[in-house]
């Protein structure tokens, strides 16, 4: 009696297994470096000062959405990124009409809502006339008459008038993406290991 043992691999199977890890690994790591990029960024805000609410601006999201992919994508945005890019690139801000920026003393307080008063909300809650003093040294202002409503007995400075101002660069989002993408193929490698039991 002969006996015939066939031990050929079936390479379609092999291959077909091998392209499957690999999916389920590129998809893991794209996931894991969009969060780990997500998390740095709002790490860096609040580290700035800026507030948690800003920094769960940022949102990551994977693609495809559903199943596993070779091309997997991780997109990292905000929902707020005029205020995320000024604090990114600090930015040079002119006034509108090329005259002044109104910059609020701590003596202007605030406006209803709690957000920054503007002149003409502070006159306005107020009932007083802001009046315009020019200074060749530092900025020019905008002081309140001094009077029963208003502090002490002469003119309070209530807003700071300048032509523009630099906003410090207070984030570094692009070291952050940088590492996240140098990170990918360590990720990759860890990931298909992980899954083929290595």
Same mark, same amino acid.
């Given at each position: /009696?002969? /006996?015939?043992i066939?031990?050929?691999?079936?390479?379609?199977?092999? /291959?077909?297994?091998?392209?499957? +890890?690999?999916?389920?690994?590129? =998809?893991?790591?794209?996931?894991?470096?969009?969060?780990?990029?997500?998390l740095?960024? !709002?790490?860096? $805000?609040? *580290?700035?000062?800026?507030?948690?609410?800003?920094?769960?601006?940022?949102?990551?999201?994977?693609?495809?959405?559903? *199943?596993? #992919?070779?091309? +997997?994508? @991780?997109?990292?945005?905000?929902?707020?990124?005029?205020? $995320?890019?000024?604090?990114?690139?600090?930015?040079? $801000?002119?006034?509108? %009409?090329?005259?002044?920026?109104?910059i609020?003393?701590?003596?202007?307080?605030?406006?209803?809502?709690?957000? !920054?008063?503007?002149?003409?909300?502070?006159? !306005?809650?107020?009932?007083?006339?802001? !009046?315009?003093?020019?200074?060749?040294? *530092?900025? #020019?202002?905008?002081?309140?008459?001094?009077?029963?409503?208003? #502090?002490? =007995?002469?003119?309070?400075?209530?807003?700071?008038?300048?032509?523009?101002?630099?906003?410090?660069?207070?984030? %570094?989002?692009?070291?952050?993406?940088?590492? @996240?993408?140098?990170?990918?193929? *360590?990720?990759?490698?860890?990931?298909?290991?992980?899954g #083929?039991?290595?």
């Amino acid at each position: /009696m002969r /006996m015939t043992i066939d031990i050929r691999p079936d390479f379609a199977a092999l /291959m077909a297994a091998e392209i499957a +890890a690999g999916e389920r690994a590129v =998809t893991a790591a794209v996931r894991e470096a969009g969060v780990g990029l997500k998390l740095g960024w !709002r790490g860096q $805000i609040t *580290g700035a000062g800026l507030g948690t609410r800003l920094a769960n601006s940022i949102r990551s999201e994977v693609f495809p959405k559903a *199943g596993v #992919s070779l091309n +997997a994508a @991780a997109v990292v945005w905000s929902k707020a990124p005029v205020v $995320i890019g000024a604090h990114d690139l600090g930015p040079l $801000i002119r006034a509108k %009409d090329g005259l002044w920026l109104a910059i609020p003393t701590p003596a202007a307080g605030k406006a209803l809502g709690g957000r !920054r008063i503007t002149p003409a909300a502070w006159e !306005r809650k107020t009932g007083l006339r802001l !009046r315009f003093v020019y200074r060749r040294a *530092g900025p #020019s202002l905008l002081v309140a008459p001094p009077g029963p409503r208003s #502090s002490g =007995t002469t003119a309070a400075p209530i807003f700071l008038l300048v032509p523009q101002v630099k906003l410090p660069k207070r984030l %570094d989002l692009a070291r952050d993406a940088e590492q @996240a993408h140098e990170a990918v193929p *360590g990720l990759i490698v860890a990931n298909w290991r992980e899954g #083929s039991g290595i």
